[in-house]
């Protein structure tokens, strides 16, 4: 009998070990190499600059919930902040980039500004930290080193 209790004993603790949830990956991202020249398709951020950290979690909620009984999740660290510019083209010599910033996974509307730089003043754009060397822009992409961030 006790030989029975201890099997039933270990057999809980592995299942309640197994329910519990499991990181699968965590990772930082940044898209960008100071002074590598690079050239991005209009729409497309070309610099996106990450904080914190996401992790893909698998955790277990039961074969009423998933087919396998598993489901596999991203979770955002407190101190995530995603910080992108998007090149939205050129009008005659001033070049239209965008900005977006998205906090514990969400878009923060509020940190949404559309920038306009002439590009005759100078070649290089800053905007916060980033310093942008504009190599090249038309309507299709942009060629760009960053500088600074």
Do not use: H
Request: hydrophobic residues 40%; contains cysteine.
């Amino acid at each position: 009998m006790r030989k029975i209790q201890i099997l039933y004993f270990i057999l809980m603790v592995a299942f309640i070990a197994g329910c519990a949830s499991t990181v699968l990956e965590r990772k930082t991202f940044k898209s960008y190499a100071i002074g590598k020249q690079s050239t991005t398709p209009i729409g497309i951020p070309f610099l996106i600059d990450q904080d914190g950290s996401v992790e893909k979690v698998k955790t277990w909620v039961g074969i009423l919930y998933s087919p396998d009984g598993w489901k596999i999740e991203k979770r955002y660290s407190e101190d995530f902040v995603r910080k992108e510019l998007i090149y939205s083209g050129k009008s005659g010599d001033t070049v239209e980039i965008s900005y977006r910033e998205f906090r514990g996974g969400l878009a923060a509307p509020a940190f949404y500004q559309n920038l306009k730089y002439d590009l005759l003043e100078s070649r290089i754009v800053t905007f916060q930290n980033f310093r942008v060397d504009i190599i090249n822009a038309d309507n299709q992409s942009i060629t760009y080193r960053i500088v600074r961030d």
